[in-house]
Nanobody, 123 residues
Framework: VQLVDFGGGLVQAGDSLRLSCAAS????????IGWFRQAPGKEREFVAA????????KYADSVKGRFTISRVNAKNTAYLQMNSLKPEDTAVYSC?????????????????WGQGTQVTVSS
């Protein structure tokens, strides 16, 4: 499966953004989707994950209550709605896919990756 993530940009603290992850070349509904981010000089970190049927989700504590992960299997697309953005949310955000049903937070367990989209939050 090929993933293309987009929707990043430059926003002010408190603003919202919605990232999209469009998939092609595979059966999208059979993949668990995760979002990760990497800030300059830091390791990549887990943000959120969503199960095959969108019935289960998992979030990093740092984004819980502010970010919402979702998916529309009919559109082969997953989303990350980011509200109340903070400067510390600044990073390159990437979506990833894995065939196993478990909502994994370790990036090494994901098989396919998008190219990443930059999110910059100014104070």
């Amino acid at each position: 499966v090929q993933l293309v993530d987009f929707g990043g940009g430059l926003v002010q603290a408190g603003d919202s953004l919605r990232l999209s992850c469009a998939a092609s070349g595979g059966t999208f509904s059979s993949y668990t989707i995760g979002w990760f981010r990497q800030a300059p000089g830091k390791e990549r970190e887990f943000v959120a994950a969503i199960g095959w049927s969108a019935g289960s989700t998992k979030y990093a504590d740092s984004v819980k209550g502010r970010f919402t992960i979702s998916r529309v299997n009919a559109k082969n697309t997953a989303y990350l709605q980011m509200n109340s953005l903070k400067p510390e949310d600044t990073a390159v955000y990437s979506c990833a896919a894995r065939t196993h049903w478990a909502l994994e937070s370790r990036d090494s367990w994901y098989d396919y990756w998008g190219q990443g989209t930059q999110v910059t939050v100014s104070s």
